[in-house]
């Protein structure tokens, strides 16, 4: 009994050094066996960090000033345009009527600007995960007040990334069908191609077949190719004098055949609901549609997670400390511990090889009471780093673990390398091959964060984008690029500096958005809970034939 209450005493004192002064946090770290990470800010560190954190701030300014952009979408004219006179609401007060709450995911808030052809604020729709009645559901909701929700090849690219999603994390997808079609000047870059336009329709058919729902709510336009996804849909709901599908409208009509016709008579809710049955509901208004929507997602039978009724433990340090430890540039890294310790449930670590290839920091930590394996950069990825990051990524597949992968990889330089720098570069590859494979043919869900940098063939070992990770996010003072940049060409260190932004970046969706530091634990937690959620059948039917 004495020797109960000393171990009992340890782990008290233990909290409070955490700064966990409650008994139901007690009761919550005495289940968890893994030690505390204690990696405090030291004033060795003060003055990296402190240009860290200047650096983050005005990465964060810019990040916001973009976001502020996206969402006022085609401006105030297309907007008041879409409410008044067509009487339609706006895509984010749609996602209000058929989300459980506002707290969402949204994937990749900046597609669109700043790209060749001009800005398309959030590539013309919104896309996320959120539940509808308990159940994680991707989204996919056309903004109307963009280009009339003209499709454009980043429409299209986010599209796809979306329905990538579905798939990977098996989560049933609401399409918000609102556009006029493929903004035909750009034909050649929506329409061909294996992963354009018509992808979109094949990955509906695909999903149908592995089981995965998908429900779609006609709430305004839809035209030519783009008729083929509520049709496609298991279940269709569509709104009356607002709702139309057709492959040419009224104008088309007309010029083929001379003929008068409205929206409403070629293609409404009526002749499309009682006619053709393309569509299995009518709704006479937007907020009865989106309500049928949510019904329907209540008969889908998912399986979903028991609600934990314990809070998770906090770190023991405060989140806004990862402003700091965010890396201006990878010569001002920190150890990348710190940023672990402000992560994880309770700052707990249980690090795996610790004394072994240490530029590469791995081990297992919950998060939102998730168990997790983590692949965290700490300095260049050696010969034996790599052959740890193997190892412990095969035993995670093992385990079955999702896999959480912190990035900051090292700049390669452009200049050529001399004989023995290659001698140990060739050393490598062997190794950091084993590790790409290992990602690469792992079967469990990953996430990837970027806390710095993102260069050259290292990012692959870690799970870049061309190693399909389920998430893939970048902080705002990411950088993303091939090679470093030098003194010594100043036009290409220009430009690298401009196209290896995370503006640049997310601009063309090579990643599922910017985030900031300090909300990254909560936007990992939300990650784990879609990912945990799974169909409660197992049998894979035939695709369903619609009428």
């Known amino acids: 009994m004495f020797?109960?209450?000393?171990r009992t005493t340890a782990r008290w004192q233990v909290c409070l050094m955490c700064g966990l002064s409650s008994p139901s946090r007690w009761h919550s770290s005495r289940r968890s066996v893994f030690p505390v990470l204690r990696c405090p800010l030291l004033p060795i560190h003060q003055h990296v960090f402190e240009a860290n954190q200047r650096n983050s701030q005005a990465c964060q300014r810019r990040f916001m000033e973009l976001l502020e952009q996206a969402q006022q979408g085609g401006g105030t004219s297309a907007v008041t345009r879409h409410t008044q006179r067509n009487r339609k609401l706006l895509a984010r007060e749609r996602l209000r009527l058929l989300l459980d709450d506002e707290d969402y995911l949204e994937f990749s808030p900046l597609a669109g600007l700043g790209l060749p052809y001009g800005d398309i604020p959030s590539a013309g729709c919104l896309t996320?995960?959120?539940?509808i009645n308990g159940v994680w559901c991707v989204f996919i909701a056309n903004d109307a007040t963009v280009k009339g929700g003209t499709a454009y090849p980043i429409t299209v690219k986010k599209q796809l990334r979306a329905q990538d999603i579905a798939v990977q994390n098996r989560l049933p997808v609401i399409y918000l069908v609102d556009s006029g079609g493929a903004f035909l000047p750009l034909q050649s870059e929506i329409f061909p191609?294996?992963?354009?336009?018509?992808?979109?329709?094949?990955?509906?058919?695909?999903?149908?077949?592995?089981?995965?729902p998908q429900v779609a709510v006609v709430c305004g336009s839809c035209t030519a190719g783009g008729a083929y996804v509520p049709t496609m849909a298991e279940e269709a709901v569509m709104v009356h004098r607002i709702g139309t599908i057709f492959?040419?409208?009224?104008?088309?009509v007309k010029a083929a055949t001379g003929e008068e016709v409205?929206?409403?008579?070629?293609?409404?809710?009526?002749?499309?609901?009682?006619?053709?049955?393309?569509?299995?509901?009518?709704?006479?208004?937007?907020?009865?549609?989106?309500?049928?929507?949510?019904?329907?997602v209540s008969t889908l039978n998912f399986r979903l997670s028991a609600d934990v009724s314990e809070e998770a433990e906090s770190p023991c340090f405060h989140p806004d400390e990862l402003l700091g430890l965010a890396p201006r540039s990878y010569q001002n890294t920190l150890d990348v511990k710190m940023v672990i310790s402000r992560l994880t449930d309770g700052s707990r670590f249980q690090e795996f090889k610790c004394r072994y290839g240490t530029t590469l920091v791995t081990g297992f930590a919950k998060i939102h009471q998730h168990l997790v394996g983590v692949v965290a950069s700490n300095g260049q990825l050696t010969y034996e780093a790599a052959l740890k990051g193997t190892h412990f990524i095969q035993l995670c597949d093992q385990r079955d673990l999702p896999l959480l992968f912190l990035q900051n990889t090292c700049p390669t330089p452009r200049h050529t390398l001399n004989t023995q720098q290659a001698e140990v570069n060739s050393n490598c590859l062997k190794a950091q091959g084993a590790m790409m494979s290992a990602v690469a043919c792992s079967s469990v869900p990953k996430i990837t964060v970027v806390i710095g940098g993102c260069h050259g063939a290292d990012s692959f070992a870690m799970c870049g984008r061309a190693f399909d990770p389920n998430f893939l996010f970048l902080w705002p003072n990411a950088r993303v690029s091939l090679v470093a940049s030098t003194d010594e060409d100043m036009d290409v260190n220009r430009r690298l500096q401009e196209e290896s932004s995370a503006f640049f970046s997310s601009g063309r969706l090579w990643d599922d958005g910017v985030i900031r530091p300090q909300d990254t634990r909560q936007v990992i937690g939300r990650c784990l809970d879609i990912m945990q959620q799974q169909t409660s059948a197992q049998k894979l039917p035939s695709p369903l034939l619609r009428i």
């Open 128 to 131: 996320g995960v959120g539940r």
């Open 262 to 296: 409205t929206p409403e008579e070629l293609g409404g809710a009526r002749l499309h609901s009682q006619v053709s049955g393309c569509v299995d509901h009518f709704a006479a208004e937007e907020h009865e549609a989106f309500e049928v929507a949510r019904n329907i």
């Open 193 to 212: 191609d294996k992963n354009q336009g018509g992808r979109t329709f094949y990955n509906e058919a695909v999903m149908s077949s592995m089981k995965i």
């Open 247 to 252: 492959l040419g409208g009224p104008p088309l």
């Open 3 to 6: 020797r109960h209450l000393c």
